[in-house]
C-alpha cells in the first residue's frame, strides 16, 4: 500500500520560512492536498492540487510537488501556524492516504 | 452554508455496535462522494471508509473492512456508518468530510467521539 512519509515535528523562528516535506514513491505524479490542524478543531485544506491555496489562505503558504518530494512552505511564520499539518493523496479504490503529520511548532 | 454534523458517539464496550450519522446542509449528500476519517487520541489522520455521489460504490480501510457500513440516508440528506464489533482500537474522534473532488476534502465536521472500552 501506498505509504506517505512526513517529519513529525518542524520547529521554526517566528518570521522565518518552514518547510514541511511529504515523501512519497513517485509522489510528483499524484495531486497531493495539504491540511491544517490546529488543537481540538477539524481539518482545514490549506493548499490543494500541489500548489493551489484554499480560499482565504494567507500568500506566505506555498506547495511544491516533483519526485518523491511534496513539500508546504510557510513564509514568514507566525505564531498563529502552529498546528500540525498533514499531507493526502487519492489512492485506488476511491481511498484517502494520509501523511502522519508534522506538528509545527514557532519557537 | 455547507455544513456537516456528525453524532451517536459514545462509550461503548468492546465487541458491541454503534450507528454514527453525517448530516449535512447546504449541499445535496448524494452529489458528492463523502468520507469518514478517524483521528485517535493524539495521532493523525486514518481513512475510514467512503459512500459514493451515486450510492452506488463503497470502499473501505482494511482495518474496518466487514465491520463496518456506510450507507446513505438520502431523504434525510444524512450518512450512516454502521460500526460492528468494536475494538478498543476503534477509539477515535470520527470526522465525516465532503468530498470535492479528486480526493479533496473541502469540509469537514467537528467529528463524534467514540470511545470502545470496557
Known amino acids: 500500500s501506498y505509504v506517505l512519509t512526513q517529519p513529525p515535528s518542524v520547529s521554526v523562528a517566528p518570521g522565518k520560512t518552514a518547510t514541511i516535506t511529504c515523501g512519497g514513491s513517485n509522489i510528483g505524479g499524484k495531486g497531493v492536498h495539504w491540511y491544517q490542524q490546529k488543537p481540538g478543531q477539524a481539518p482545514v485544506v490549506v493548499i490543494h492540487?500541489?500548489?493551489d491555496r484554499s480560499s482565504g489562505v494567507p500568500e506566505r503558504f506555498s506547495g511544491s510537488n516533483s519526485g518523491n518530494t511534496a513539500s508546504l512552505t510557510i513564509s514568514r511564520v507566525e505564531a498563529g501556524d502552529e498546528a500540525a499539518y498533514y499531507c493526502?493523496?487519492?489512492?485506488?479504490?476511491?481511498?484517502?492516504?494520509f501523511g502522519g503529520g508534522t506538528e509545527l511548532t514557532v519557537l | 452554508q455547507v455544513q456537516l454534523v456528525e453524532s451517536g458517539g459514545t462509550l461503548v464496550q468492546p465487541g458491541r455496535s454503534l450507528r454514527l450519522s453525517c448530516a449535512a446542509s447546504?449541499?445535496?449528500?448524494?452529489?458528492?462522494?463523502i468520507h469518514w476519517v478517524r483521528q485517535a487520541p493524539g495521532k493523525g489522520l486514518d481513512w475510514v471508509a467512503v459512500?459514493?455521489?451515486?450510492?452506488?460504490?463503497?470502499f473501505y480501510a482494511d482495518s474496518v473492512r466487514g465491520r463496518f457500513t456506510v450507507s446513505g440516508d438520502f431523504s434525510r440528506n444524512r450518512l450512516i456508518l454502521q460500526m460492528t464489533s468494536l475494538m478498543p482500537e476503534d477509539t477515535a474522534l470520527y470526522y465525516c468530510?465532503?468530498?470535492?473532488?479528486?480526493?479533496?476534502?473541502?469540509?469537514w465536521g467537528q467529528g463524534t467521539l467514540v470511545t470502545v472500552s470496557s
Open positions: 493526502q493523496v487519492w489512492g485506488t479504490g476511491n481511498h484517502l492516504i
Open positions: 447546504g449541499f445535496t449528500v448524494s452529489d458528492y462522494d
Open positions: 459512500l459514493s455521489s451515486d450510492a452506488m460504490d463503497t
Open positions: 468530510g465532503r468530498d470535492r473532488g479528486g480526493g479533496l476534502i473541502d469540509h
Open positions: 492540487n500541489d500548489v
